[in-house]
């Protein structure tokens, strides 16, 4: 009797391992196959979302720019464009002018009770007469723009301007869809960070208002229409 428990527990253990090695009758998926099926199931996963991440991508940006569109417009405050259009180009001559020109230009805006200057245009090269404009920009707050060059580092100002003003980055982040959206509140390049000319620039009328160190800005709003004049009315005036 003894012989024959004996042998109906082998009989019995053989089969427990034969029902887990193929699976049980219920249809249970062996441990080894549950293994090879889990990787090949994630890759699928993957691969369908990044099938719909490449199709649905481009929605998200439409509808953000939807939801931009339908925003209020905020009027601008503390500030004024002076422009270089082409009223200026027939009073003054071509450009680029002189800089002893954007001197005067720089001593006029300052008369006409400006609390500040942001020039949003670059100035790389040294020229006769940066002495002439530094001077004139260190009587008041003033913000000079610096650019990318062509090996990825800044493009500062000439270097007699430099320190007469505050330097701040033109630069913008650009979407997958080659759309620019957004600019980074300050950027590091050459070991040089700077901030954005727009937050620099709004630092002037609020001195209070911090720079968040590489925040990424979202426009969410719309701008109105700043009050502007001609650079040549107003040095002609």
Do not use: N, Y
């Not at 089969?15 to 998926?29: E, H, I």
């Not at 719909?52 to 569109?69: H, M, T």
């Not at 404009?133 to 062509?150: H, K």
């Not at 980074?184 to 000319?197: E, Y």
Request: charged share 25%; hydrophobic share 50%; glycine share 10%.
């Amino acid at each position: 009797r003894a012989s024959a428990r004996a042998s109906a527990a082998g009989r019995s253990l053989k089969r427990s391992w034969r029902r887990r090695g193929r699976g049980d009758a219920r249809g249970s998926v062996p441990p080894l196959t549950r293994l090879r099926v889990a990787p090949a199931l994630l890759a699928a996963l993957l691969a369908t979302a990044g099938v719909v991440a490449r199709v649905l991508g481009p929605v998200d940006l439409i509808l953000c720019d939807a939801v931009l569109r339908v925003q209020p417009r905020r009027a601008p405050r503390f500030v004024a464009s002076v422009l270089v259009d082409e009223d200026a180009l027939r009073r003054e001559g071509p450009w680029p002018w002189s800089r002893g020109r954007l001197a005067e230009l720089t001593d006029r805006v300052r008369a006409s009770g400006a609390r500040g200057v942001v020039f949003d245009i670059l100035l790389p090269e040294a020229r006769i007469g940066d002495e002439r404009l530094a001077a004139s920009l260190g009587w008041l707050p003033a913000v000079l723009a610096v650019g990318v060059d062509d090996r990825g580092g800044w493009l500062l100002p000439a270097p007699a301007l430099r320190h007469a003003v505050t330097l701040a980055h033109v630069s913008f982040e650009t979407d997958r869809d080659g759309v620019a959206r957004r600019f980074l509140a300050t950027k590091q390049l050459s070991g040089l960070s700077l901030p954005a000319l727009a937050a620099a620039g709004a630092s002037l009328a609020e001195t209070a208002k911090p720079i968040l160190v590489g925040a990424v800005i979202h426009p969410g709003f719309r701008s109105g229409v700043a009050p502007s004049v001609s650079a040549g009315a107003l040095l002609d005036g």
